[in-house]
């Protein structure tokens, strides 16, 4: 499966964004999608996953209140939606995915990546 992740941005602080990553080459219902984004000089960071089947989520606490992990399968599509950005989100983010059924926080969980897709909050 070949993954697509777009929706980044430059944002003031308090902003919003809604990142989509778009999977091709199959069917998208049956993996786990998760996000995960790295700042120049970290490592990456875990943001939020969703099961395949969307009934579980999951987000760091960094992020939890303010953003939405989503997915709409007929769409072959996953969003994070981003709200009350702040400059400590600036990073690059990428989506992964794995097949079928349960969530992880660990990126060697996943198999497939997608590129990467900048935001950048400005304060």
């Known amino acids: 499966v070949q993954l697509q992740a777009s929706g980044g941005g430059l944002v003031q602080a308090g902003g919003s964004l809604r990142l989509s990553c778009v999977a091709s080459?199959?069917?998208?219902?049956?993996?786990?999608v998760g996000w995960y984004r790295q700042a120049p000089g970290k490592e990456r960071e875990f943001v939020a996953f969703?099961?395949?089947?969307?009934?579980?989520?999951d987000y760091a606490d960094s992020v939890n209140g303010r953003f939405t992990i989503s997915r709409d399968n007929a769409k072959n599509t996953v969003y994070l939606q981003m709200n009350s950005l702040e400059p400590e989100d600036t990073a690059l983010y990428y989506c992964?995915?794995?097949?079928?059924?349960?969530?992880?926080?660990?990126?060697?969980?996943?198999?497939?990546w997608g590129q990467g897709t900048q935001v950048t909050v400005s304060s």
């Open positions: 080459g199959q069917s998208f219902s049956y993996y786990t």
């Open positions: 969703i099961r395949y089947s969307g009934r579980r989520t």
């Open positions: 992964a995915a794995r097949p079928c059924c349960s969530g992880s926080t660990s990126p060697n969980s996943y198999n497939y």
